[in-house]
Structures are given as structure tokens and as C-alpha cells.
């Protein structure tokens, strides 16, 4: 058994009565965090896996009737924590994300509208192939970011959506 820590993001602010019930669910290992409209839950579990974990408490929330819309990772990163993590100065990164230092073939950007923010599971993947960096493979935040992306897809998606899902599973 393993000790998990993760945060999850529900659909909508849990009231007083939805609190009893998530816990009636199985959230006695969790912290419910409530405000501002959102509902969030930090959950501590004992599990034979990450991804049991989370597979649990998201069967615990839908229980409850809640939806998991996300878990919170951090893997989007800028420039400047790239440098800091890899040891090397920031212009160095920028020279890096541009090709014009190193082999080339950066991960590229994940955002747009101005921001550059990179996936650090692919920069520290990259970063290990290509400059040799001492950087162990972190499978728990990799597989926290995967589940993210995962639900987020699937709370935008819609039922007509159905043929892209099956598109992109196969």
C-alpha cells in the first residue's frame, strides 16, 4: 500500500448536506474545500496505486452525485522555473525553446495568447534524452497530468462529441 495526496475539483460548490454525504461516500481520508463558488477536495489516501486512488475518490464524488472536472497538477511551467529546475539560466531556456542552443526538437509550447508554458513532464523527458540531465521520471505527477487532461476533456465534451472520442481512443 501506498500514501497518496492529490487535489480534485468537483463540478459545483458541495452545501452543509453535500459535505455529509461525501463523507458517507468515502471521503473521511479528505479535506473538502468550499468557497467562491468552487468545490474542491484535498484527498489523502492509503491505496495500492495512484491511479487507484483516483479512481476511487472520482467513484466516491460521482456517488455523491458530484462530477470530477479536474486534479490539480503542475505541470504547466514558464521559462524561468524550466531554468530553475534544470540548473541553467533562464536565457539559456529561451534558446533552448527557440533551437537556436542545444539538438533541437524542445517540447513545444502548451499555451497561447502571449503566455509560453511548457508540459514539464515532456521537458524533463526531453531534457533527460537530450542534455543528459539528472531529472528522475516522476510516473505520479506524469499520471496526475494525464487524468487531468482526461477529465477536463471529458467535462467540455458533449454527446455529439461521441465520434471524436472514438477517433482519438484507437
Known sequence: ????????HLDRQPTDDD???????????SSPIVGNGIGIIEVDRE?????????????????AGFTVTGVEDEDLVGRSTIATRLGVSAE??????????GPGGFPVVQ????????????VAAWAREHLGADIPPDDNARILTIANHLLRAKALAQESDRELFTALAS
Open 111 to 122: 499555451s497561447g495568447d502571449g503566455w509560453a508554458l511548457y508540459s514539464w513532464t515532456q
Open 1 to 8: 500500500m501506498g500514501h497518496y495526496e492529490f487535489t480534485i
Open 19 to 29: 459535505l455529509d454525504t461525501l463523507y458517507e461516500a468515502g471521503f473521511s481520508d
Open 47 to 63: 491505496s495500492e496505486s495512484l491511479c487507484d486512488a483516483l479512481n476511487s475518490a472520482i467513484s466516491q464524488a460521482n456517488e
Open 92 to 101: 539559456y531556456v529561451r534558446l533552448l525553446t527557440k533551437g537556436e542552443r
